[in-house]
């Protein structure tokens, strides 16, 4: 194993583990400044559930730990120098967490000090890595812990890096529940165990689901009371003659923020990626300026970016190395970095504002073609009524959830041959940018009823969930028992903390791919199949037959 770099967070992750740069453009450096970040927020959280115990918490630690979670996520930043700062900064988080509790002194994680200096940061992360210390970096876990536990130590790292990073989305809009800060610091505080038991580390993996339940709870209440709840809306996929204004990521606010920033100005605004549930919000779509959606899911930015004729706002994770022909004009906000690109702070976008207007814009109309947005489930349960008696009717005799992330791997065509092939007496959900696999595609109705409902973004399996829930109670039965399944696409941590969710609420026959994550050893996922039947996709063709029978292939 290289001592240059190991992580395997991620679906693309190369051959098992990226060792010497990763897929996703991280360089070793961005790699071991991260892992000391994840490391140094174990410690601090070592101290605040220590604290918790005797009734004390404080919010600038709590946040600490949630931004340290959501910083590590995949294509977040790739700014090592920024994230060292962050490490440095916990020194002293870490004293305030201390002195919180008591002042006792805490081993591991809790007793480490970073060095203040980059270079001795860095000969740290590299010394803790070549000597296999069961600590730092996922190589000396596995050394130290065996494949297996290391990597249900990192399923529910991972899982815990996808909850925060909702959690920091909700708390933006001002929704915080206590009792989730206390559960990143307790399983936090529970990683730096020495020895956990395969019990104890599943045990925190399904707390982490309900976690996260609660938390895309909060997220799906931070929108719809900000903005209302979605409304089925067209979304033109095909750009105005105009300056423009392009924005990525997951953030609503910061959206809100470059409507408000650019009215009257001239500039169309158009979403990218996960950006695309937005049109279907009344508060975001009023803004006559909110142009359409540019683009598709975020492993083609790169191409994508290039041939946009205005500027670029990054407000979460998902940003690539930017090219040279876009690089002056794209900017990142939030804990979104990059190293040269310039980072816009305190929901000021008005250096993107000006590079919208230098830039040409768009020479002419494109074609005025539309996709539907706007499915949540307070839109669903509006026709739950025709939904249920066209089920009875056997008008629809299948739902499938096809969403998730997309990615760059081959093998994601399976999603949208899945689609095509589903029989046209079925209904498909989708939420997350996996969608655009499948989503300019024409799927027709049912008595009315779009037989593509598009859901949302990623946390929007809330919805999922709640639809589930609402038309198991309609027929009596439970949601395993439902003529529902769901073909489940991954790529990063987000996805996995969804995966945890629906573990936790007990639901069986998941499909997952396009491969199954590095992480989960074979006996992993021996305890996977036989508690919950999780299966890797096969072909659609397959596994359409194995879902609905012979009349798949009628």
Request: include cysteine.
């Amino acid at each position: 194993m290289s001592d240059d770099m190991f992580c395997y967070q991620c679906e693309q992750a190369a051959g098992g583990g990226c060792t010497v740069q990763g897929v996703c453009g991280k360089d070793p450096e961005t790699a071991k400044m991260q892992d000391l970040l994840f490391w140094q927020a174990k410690g601090v959280a070592q101290y605040a559930h220590a604290a918790a115990k005797a009734g004390k918490r404080d919010r600038e630690i709590d946040l600490y730990v949630v931004e340290a979670l959501f910083t590590t996520v995949t294509n977040v930043n790739f700014d090592a120098k920024n994230i060292a700062e962050r490490v440095i900064r916990g020194n002293a988080v870490k004293a305030k967490a201390r002195a919180l509790a008591g002042g006792t002194e805490l081993k591991g994680p809790a007793a480490w000090t970073a060095p203040s200096d980059y270079k001795a940061l860095l000969a740290e992360a590299g010394d803790t890595m070549r000597h296999g210390v069961p600590s730092i970096g996922i190589a000396a876990r596995k050394k130290a812990l065996g494949d297996d536990a290391a990597g249900l130590q990192e399923l529910l790292a991972y899982g815990l890096k996808g909850t925060a990073a909702y959690a920091d989305h909700a708390l933006v809009l001002g929704q915080e529940d206590e009792k989730v800060y206390a559960f990143f610091h307790e399983a936090m505080d529970f990683l730096s165990k020495e020895n956990p038991t395969v019990d104890e580390l599943v045990g925190y993996n399904m707390k982490c689901g309900e976690v996260n339940l609660r938390v895309m709870e909060l997220l799906d209440k931070a929108n719809t009371t900000a903005y209302g709840h979605p409304v089925p809306t067209p979304v033109r996929i095909n750009p105005l003659k105009g300056k423009a204004l392009l924005v990525s990521g997951h953030d609503l606010k910061d959206l809100e923020n470059i409507l408000k920033q650019t009215e009257g100005k001239g500039i169309n605004v158009y979403t990218h990626g996960e950006m695309l549930p937005c049109h279907g919000y009344p508060g975001l779509k009023k803004y006559k300026h909110l142009a359409g959606n540019y683009g598709g899911a975020w492993q083609d930015q790169q191409k994508e970016f290039d041939a946009f004729p205005g500027s670029i706002v990054m407000t979460t994770n998902c940003i690539q190395k930017p090219l040279n022909g876009y690089k002056a004009r794209i900017f990142t906000t939030g804990l979104v970095e990059w190293p040269g690109v310039t980072h816009l702070k305190n929901g000021g976008f008005g250096p993107a504002v000006e590079a919208a207007l230098a830039a040409p814009g768009f020479a002419e109309d494109g074609d005025p073609k539309t996709i539907l947005v706007g499915f949540g489930h307070n839109a669903v349960m509006g026709v739950a009524g025709k939904v249920i008696d066209a089920v009875k009717a056997g008008q629809i005799k299948h739902f499938f959830l096809v969403g998730g992330c997309d990615g760059a791997k081959p093998g994601r065509n399976y999603y949208t041959e899945f689609t095509e092939k589903a029989p046209k007496d079925t209904v498909v959900l989708t939420l997350a940018c996996g969608k655009f696999r499948f989503n300019k595609n024409e799927f027709g109705d049912i008595g009315g009823i779009p037989r593509l409902l598009d859901m949302g973004q990623c946390n929007d399996a809330y919805s999922a969930i709640q639809v589930a829930v609402a038309l198991s109670k309609a027929f009596g039965v439970g949601v395993n028992e439902l003529p529902l399944s769901m073909i489940l696409s991954w790529y990063e941590q987000k996805a996995v903390c969804i995966l945890l969710t629906l573990l936790h609420l007990g639901i069986k026959n998941i499909r997952l791919g396009p491969t199954l994550p590095a992480f989960v050893t074979p006996a992993v996922l021996k305890v996977l199949v036989e508690k919950f039947n999780i299966m890797p996709i096969t072909t659609p063709e397959k596994d359409l037959e194995a879902i609905l029978g012979a009349k798949a292939r009628a």
